[in-house]
């Protein structure tokens, strides 16, 4: 099984900016495409961004294209999300996600692992 632990979340006020991390175990990082997902109480879990397994392809929510962009070092089994220009409707319980990849890169079709999700809450 895959292993995915999410880190860098945090309290900030509206304009900043956040690094998220997710870690994987395993050695078939450079294998899988990675994405992540965001869901805030109440509402419908969301696509942020994803990436394929060299890093080449990148695939974005139109909520964040622009302030948000994704990246990997498959060197150390880590998948970034640098979040600049924070409003509060970013405010959410951020998730990583992996899959193994296909030949197609598929950035929203359905992920077979799941972190536990790192909180982001953006102040006015």
């Known amino acids: 099984q895959v292993q995915l632990v999410e880190s860098g979340g945090g309290l900030v006020q509206a304009g900043g900016s956040l690094r998220l991390s997710c870690a994987a175990s395993?050695?078939?990082?450079?294998?899988?495409?990675m994405g992540w997902f965001r869901q805030a109480p109440g509402k419908e879990r969301e696509f942020v961004a994803a990436?394929?397994?060299?890093?080449?392809?990148?695939y974005y929510a139109d909520s964040v294209k622009g302030r948000f962009t994704i990246s990997r070092e498959n060197a150390k089994n880590t998948v970034y999300l640098q979040m600049n220009s924070l409003k509060p409707e970013d405010t959410a319980v951020y998730s990583c996600?992996?899959?193994?990849?296909?030949?197609?890169?598929?950035?929203?079709?359905?992920?077979?692992?799941w972190g536990q999700g790192t909180q982001v809450t953006v102040s006015s």
């Open positions: 395993g050695r078939a990082f450079s294998s899988y495409t």
């Open positions: 996600a992996a899959k193994p990849s296909m030949y197609v890169f598929a950035p929203t079709q359905k992920y077979d692992y």
């Open positions: 990436i394929n397994r060299s890093g080449s392809n990148t």
